[in-house]
T-cell receptor, first 111, second 110 residues
């Protein structure tokens, strides 16, 4: 079975631009969460979606938004990029027993 | 948000040693998860704990969910070189947020 997939793998953007990151969960999982991980730290929770509804939100500005599609895949959008948004963005798919399985991440660099 | 204090921050292992790391929180969690992350990859789930006092093993790894629900530890027995990496504890609360510790970096002692 395929694990969590994310695209793109790497991305370079300029300050002020917008970015869209994509995630496909493990087959059968209905919940997707997004995390930001900066170098040297643990992942920080951004959003959780379940059945296309936002179920949780972390302490991130409104420039960050997400959505989940009927096939349970998800997009994370970040507007007006700042240098500090440079990080590894991780998507996690959650099982019915609350185990979260992570994808390989998208490495975003903002210049 | 929840604060997870993970210790030690880093450790050096010699092949064959048993190592231990722990995590404490200011808040109660319903679920504790332990992950390992290697450079350039996403975290990989090692062990999930669901009940206070629960002790669970996965091969050479053993983890426990603390009685107070505010702490957990992970032991690695008879360490091998491929155990190097960054280990994270994570706690899952009622608000659907998974909070992570800062990680324990395990490296091989030369």
């Amino acid at each position: 079975d395929a694990g969590v997939t994310q695209s793109p793998t790497h991305l370079i953007k300029t300050r002020g631009q917008h970015v869209t990151l994509r995630c496909s969960p493990i087959s059968g999982h209905k919940s997707v969460s997004w995390y930001q991980q900066v170098l040297g730290q643990g992942p920080q929770f951004i959003f959780q979606y379940y059945e296309k509804e936002e179920r949780g939100r972390g302490n991130f500005p409104d420039r960050f938004s997400a959505r989940q599609f009927p096939n349970y895949s998800s997009e994370l959008n970040v507007n007006a990029l700042l240098l500090g948004d440079s990080a590894l963005y991780l998507c996690a798919s959650m099982s019915s027993s609350y185990e979260q399985y992570f994808g390989p991440g998208t490495r975003l660099t903002v210049t | 948000g929840q604060q997870l204090n993970q210790s030690p921050q880093s450790m050096f292992i010699q092949e064959g040693e048993d190592v231990s790391m722990n995590c404490t929180s200011s808040s109660i969690f319903n679920t504790w998860l332990w992950y390992k992350q290697e450079p350039g990859e996403g975290p990989v789930l090692l062990i999930a704990l669901y009940k206070a006092g629960e002790l669970t093993s996965n091969g050479r790894l053993t983890a426990q969910f603390g009685i107070t629900r505010k702490d957990s530890f992970l032991n690695i027995s008879a360490s091998i070189p491929s155990d190097v990496g960054i280990y994270f504890c994570a706690g899952f609360s009622n608000d659907y947020k998974l909070s992570f510790g800062a990680g324990t970096t395990v490296t091989v002692r030369a």
